[in-house]
């Protein structure tokens, strides 16, 4: 189970508001690391996305010491780090957020399961997971499923869970 990820954004704030639009949950700072928040979706599994300034790295601090921040000036914009999050909000709000804030957003077919890309500042990719979406994925993720991909057999999608 992840419980929380942290993402590089160019303006935590503004990230952190619109990904809590679609979330249904809280914004807070981050306390440990200057300009950073926290979006915690206030859901059963502990769902959080930390946002912190892009150029962030975590290092690990001293023997006994924990995580330390520093800020990289000469990151890349992209990064290969994504996570796929089921959200409470519908397919035609994730789109329309995405339109409006002027970010990549597409339906796209995994083959056993869909998601929605929703492109942060055209940088970074969530692949976000409406209820019918989610429910496709986690059918994908039963073990008879599972085995049924590894073998080489097609998946069968529930039928409400299709862009």
Known sequence: MIHHISIPVENPLHVAQVLDE???GKVAPF???PNSYMVIAGDAYGTMIEVYP???EL??????SPVTFSQNAFTSPFT?????????????QIVEVGAREGWHTVCCDRGPFQVIE??????????LLPAPLATCYLNFMEPENLAQ????APIPRPVAATV
């Open 22 to 24: 679609l979330l249904n």
């Open 31 to 33: 306390p440990s690391n």
């Open 54 to 56: 892009v150029g962030t």
């Open 59 to 64: 290092m690990p601090g001293g023997s006994t």
């Open 80 to 92: 290969a780090v994504h996570a796929a999050i089921s959200v409470p909000a519908s397919e035609e």
């Open 118 to 127: 929703f492109w942060i500042e055209n940088k970074l990719m969530l692949e």
């Open 149 to 152: 991909f590894f073998a080489g």
